[in-house]
């Protein structure tokens, strides 16, 4: 691939297994923003945000996003890399950007399945099913607006990948 991949969408939406799957499909290198943070700082997205605040959660993850940028292929972003202006049109011009796009009910529902793996703080404190609700509400904007393509997520995982990469025009690997 010429181009790095950004994998943007809400918290749940399957950046993370989308990336995994369509790296290992396509034979690309694969990077989380998220993953590549908590290695830089050794500490934990909650960690990160209890000690320096959303505020400093979000430089670092501007830097994070810089930083892998030069290494990867496949990038899977945190849900709320598109909230700076900066972050948005980096990806747009380094790269091809997809959004994985699900309904609030469907993310909601995969996260209270999941609670282990979800090790990011609530933003609101709330139930999950209402945050998914106004978390689009305020994003879904922005992640159409920055997006290249929009891809169904609401599909199996399997053909998530096989539609991002035809319409990438990506080959199977092996
Ligand atoms: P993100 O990285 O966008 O927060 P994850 O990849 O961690 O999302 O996925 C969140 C949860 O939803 C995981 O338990 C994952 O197995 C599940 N999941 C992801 N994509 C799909 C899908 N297309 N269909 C069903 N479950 C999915
Ligand atoms: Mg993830």
Not at 23 to 28: F, L
Not at 112 to 130: H, K, M, N
């Amino acid at each position: 691939m010429a181009l790095p991949l950004y994998l943007i969408g809400a918290r749940g939406c399957g950046k993370t297994t989308i990336g995994e799957a369509l790296a290992e499909a396509s034979g690309y290198a694969f990077t989380d923003t998220d993953r590549h943070l908590q290695q830089a700082t050794g500490r934990s997205v909650a960690e990160i945000v209890a000690a320096e605040g959303w505020e400093g959660f979000r430089r670092r993850e501007t830097a994070s996003l810089k930083a892998v940028t030069a290494a990867s292929s496949v990038i899977a972003t945190g849900g709320g890399m598109v909230l700076a202006a900066e972050n948005r049109q980096f990806m747009r011009e380094h790269g091809r950007v997809i959004y994985l796009q699900a309904r609030a009910d469907v993310l909601a529902s995969r996260l209270e399945a999941y609670p282990i793996q979800d090790q990011r703080p609530t933003l609101t404190g709330r139930p999950v099913a209402d945050e998914m609700v106004e978390v689009l509400a305020s994003r879904e904007a922005l992640y159409r607006e920055t997006a290249h393509y929009i891809v169904n997520a609401m599909q199996t995982p399997e053909r998530v990948v096989s539609e991002i990469m035809a319409l990438l025009c990506l080959a199977r690997a092996g």
